[in-house]
């Protein structure tokens, strides 16, 4: 996770993106297949954001790899800067031995409580001392953030059947409905995310 693979659609909807890394390993999977090579130890990804286990000889990864990443472009969107700079040596030091630096007075100020200690835990050196999930960092994240009020609290979702995009109001959130344009079943996810075609 890093911003450059962070893409929004017109609607707002942020989605995760990985072409150059998928493409990197598809290459480095064809060559070992033609040199007859095993290769069992590449470390791939961009150093500023990448978690400490990362760095270890044999990593053992989950999704709290992931999550360390997805902190440091939270971080980095709030304090206009990452968390460590540097060349690539430095880099790799401060991510597994370096205390995550306090965010900057006038940009603390400003922030609820819950973000500073969430983003605190989720940039932990141990990935067990970080939260179980993602979806776990984003709620401890967003705790005390204040949710939008009025009209900024309806959703403008995009029905899976014909592609139209659906103003729906934030509450309706987790019900079954049914397209306005062209009347397929639908459910709205839980969380607002998304509309689902009600059949699956």
Same mark, same amino acid.
């Given at each position: ?33 033609? @040199? ?6 590449? +470390?791939?990804?961009? &150093? *500023?954001?990448? %978690?400490?286990?990362?760095?270890? /000889? !044999? ?64 940039? @932990? ?6 939260? +179980?999930?993602?979806? &776990? *960092?984003?709620? %401890?994240?967003?705790?005390?953030? /204040? !949710? ?53």
């Amino acid at each position: 996770v890093k911003p450059a693979n962070i893409f929004f659609d017109s609607h707002g909807q942020a989605f995760l993106g990985d072409f150059g890394i998928a493409k990197i390993q598809d290459d480095a999977v064809r060559l070992d297949n033609e @040199a007859g090579l095993t290769r069992t130890n590449i +470390a791939i990804g961009t &150093e *500023f954001y990448m %978690a400490p286990e990362r760095f270890q /000889p !044999r990593p053992e990864l989950d999704g709290r790899c992931d999550q360390y990443s997805l902190a440091v472009c939270v971080y980095e969107m709030l304090a206009g800067r990452r968390p460590f700079q540097g060349d690539t040596a430095h880099i790799v030091v401060e991510h597994c031995t370096s205390v995550v630096p306090p965010f900057s007075e006038a940009v603390a100020s400003g922030l609820s409580a819950s973000v500073w200690s969430a983003l605190e835990k989720a940039l @932990a050196k141990n990935p067990e001392s970080r939260f +179980a999930s993602c979806g &776990e *960092f984003a709620r %401890a994240l967003l705790a005390d953030v /204040p !949710r939008p009020t009025g009209e900024s609290q309806s959703l403008a979702l995009v029905c899976p059947q014909c592609g139209a995009v659906i103003r729906i109001p934030s509450e309706a959130a987790g019900r079954r409905g049914t397209c306005r344009h062209c009347r397929a079943a639908v459910l709205i996810a839980e969380d607002g995310s998304a509309l689902l075609a009600a059949g699956d």
